[in-house]
């Protein structure tokens, strides 16, 4: 059926804005078809909006010049919803090669006891790829005190020289692959001896350690 002014009602209007109400029999095809408010163009301007309750679909219009419409927002139709399926695949690969790499190092005996002042040599014995040491002296509780000092490993065996470190107990010694610090020892603890003398010089004298003269 053709257009019926009757049903065109204004809801809301502020400024140069209307929003209207349009109820029909008409499909939502129809309304939509070029012209079919032309009767209406003295009243539908470009920017109004139209709420249309057609025979098959409930939607909203906007309105352009010369009383057309446009296909708007649709929120309920007799027709049913349009559906969309789809799948899809992803592909992933990878490839991962790993080769052993064997890694040794051990402390050879360690002297039980270092005199202060006095310097001594710790030995390693090296297998595999490590091509280099390093040596560190710890103290008690671990915190390095000396080194690290980087050795090479010659014919399977790495060596390193230190000073002693002040008079004390529970130092050691700790060797690792230089480049791979997970592949370490640390040696049992060892002592450094305070320095003695038995004789003592006072000009041409020798002294006791009482510091009593000593006649020969």
């Known amino acids: 059926m053709p257009f019926m002014a009757s049903s ?42 139209l709420l249309l309750g057609a025979a098959d679909a409930a939607a909203i219009l906007p309105v352009r010049s010369g009383a057309e419409v446009g296909n708007g927002l649709v929120l309920d139709a007799a027709s ?9 695949s992803l592909g992933f690969s990878a490839d991962l090669s790993a080769s052993a790499v064997a890694r040794c190092v051990s402390l050879l005996a360690m002297p039980s006891g270092v005199n202060e002042g006095e310097s001594f040599t710790v030995q390693a014995m090296a297998a595999g790829a490590t091509s280099a040491v390093l040596f560190s002296v710890l103290d008690r509780g671990g ?34 692959d230089a480049a791979d610090p997970l592949v370490a020892q640390i040696s049992p603890s060892f002592v450094v001896l305070s320095a003695f003398a038995l004789l ?17």
């Open 8 to 49: 065109l009602i204004p809801l809301v209007a502020a400024d140069s804005f209307t929003l209207w109400l349009y109820r029909t029999t008409d499909t939502r095809a129809a309304v939509l078809s070029p012209g079919y408010f032309g009767a209406a163009a003295d009243r539908l301007r470009a920017g109004h909006m």
């Open 80 to 88: 049913s919803p349009l559906r969309l399926a789809a799948t899809g």
């Open 143 to 176: 915190t390095v005190i000396l080194g690290p000092a980087t050795a090479p490993v010659t014919a399977g065996l790495a060596s390193a020289s230190f000073g002693a470190p002040p008079p004390g107990t529970g130092y050691r010694v700790k060797v690792e």
């Open 200 to 216: 003592m010089e006072s000009g041409l004298s020798l002294l006791a350690e009482s510091g009593q003269r000593l006649v020969l």
